[in-house]
């Protein structure tokens, strides 16, 4: 089964994802959604983790660290940056952090990647806005977006015909560069947000 | 090389660079750190990974040759051994002074009783 939910609080999530199993959804895969495997109803222990790693080597040792200490890897890859782990039956422990300061780590981590996502789609800003692609002209003057031949003396249905046919093309022209700044400014949005979920989560441990 | 900044380390900390001395994967380090510290110290493996990875930054352990491709192995550095040496000597200092003080307050907390 397939469903698209989004989290920027791992606490949430990882409660979610145990619910979902409590009522036989599994987790299998989670990447632009959940996937789940039906299954026998489970209360179960998962935590999620925000990592990403430079080399394979890396991940391999990642994985192996917490399967070592009984924590089952049941999804997210070297660049996926979230990582889930389910508790085997016979483990102990409950938590893969021991102290709030590691576990508020994780937002931290979240917050400065989504800065950097943010950032990174700077240069090609410049360049779209340098090579007139980005043409604010646009906004004053729409009628230049539309390219068919003498289509403002058209009238009736036939303008209409004509206008419509040609409107989705000519928001495509002017402004599917708009996509680049709304990126940044929802990984903005999801960097400032974790970043005020750390502030709020390292508080924890004084009050 | 000013090695007081990185006092005083916190008892995870401390206890990681006791579990290097030989070198270690980090799950054999959480099975070590616990056996030391009377089961009392658990650290968990996110936490671990994390503590890892800070003192490979402070250079105060090393990723060392393994034959296990899954598994990284670390070693203490000489920088992380006389750290753990001052830091040692810090504790020491201050049992002393803690036990010498406790000591003549009993005495007199005793005179009190009497």
């Keep these: ?207 | 090389m000013d090695l007081e900044k990185h006092l005083p380390l916190t008892e995870t900390t401390y206890y990681i660079l006791l579990s290097l001395l030989e070198p270690s994967h980090g799950y054999m380090m959480m099975q070590k750190i616990e056996e030391m510290s009377n089961k009392r110290v658990k650290i968990a493996a996110g936490t671990m990974y994390g503590a890892i990875e800070n003192l490979l930054k402070q250079q105060l352990i090393k990723s060392v040759k393994s034959s296990d491709k899954r598994r990284k192995t670390y070693a203490i550095t000489e920088k992380g051994l006389e750290v753990l040496r001052l830091d040692c000597a810090r504790m020491k200092h201050m049992i002393q002074v803690t036990e010498n003080l406790l000591s003549d307050s009993s005495a007199i907390g005793g005179d009190i009783n009497v």
């Design chain 1, 1 to 207: 089964m397939f469903k698209f939910k989004f989290f920027l609080d791992f606490d949430k999530e990882e409660k979610w994802l145990e619910d979902m199993a409590r009522n036989g959804y599994h987790l299998n895969k989670a990447s632009f959604g959940y996937h789940f495997l039906e299954g026998e109803p489970e209360e179960t222990t998962i935590k999620i983790d925000y990592r990403r790693f430079k080399y394979k080597e890396d991940f391999l040792d990642y994985c192996s660290l917490f399967e070592d200490s009984g924590w089952k890897h049941i999804s997210g890859t070297k660049n996926s940056g979230i990582q889930y782990f389910k508790k085997d039956t016979n483990t102990e422990e409950d938590d893969i952090f021991s102290d709030y300061h590691s576990k508020a780590a994780r937002y931290k981590r979240y917050s400065s990647m989504s800065f950097q996502l943010a950032i990174s789609y700077l240069p090609l800003l410049v360049v779209f806005y340098l090579t007139d692609i980005i043409d604010f002209n646009a906004f004053v003057n729409p009628k230049e977006l539309y390219y068919t031949p003498g289509l403002w003396d058209k009238t009736g249905t036939s303008f209409w015909f004509s206008f419509l046919f040609e409107t989705p093309f000519a928001l495509m022209r002017g402004f599917a560069w708009s996509f680049i700044p709304l990126t940044m400014l929802l990984y903005l949005f999801f960097s400032i947000k974790s970043n005020r979920l750390y502030v709020q989560k390292s508080d924890k441990e004084f009050s």
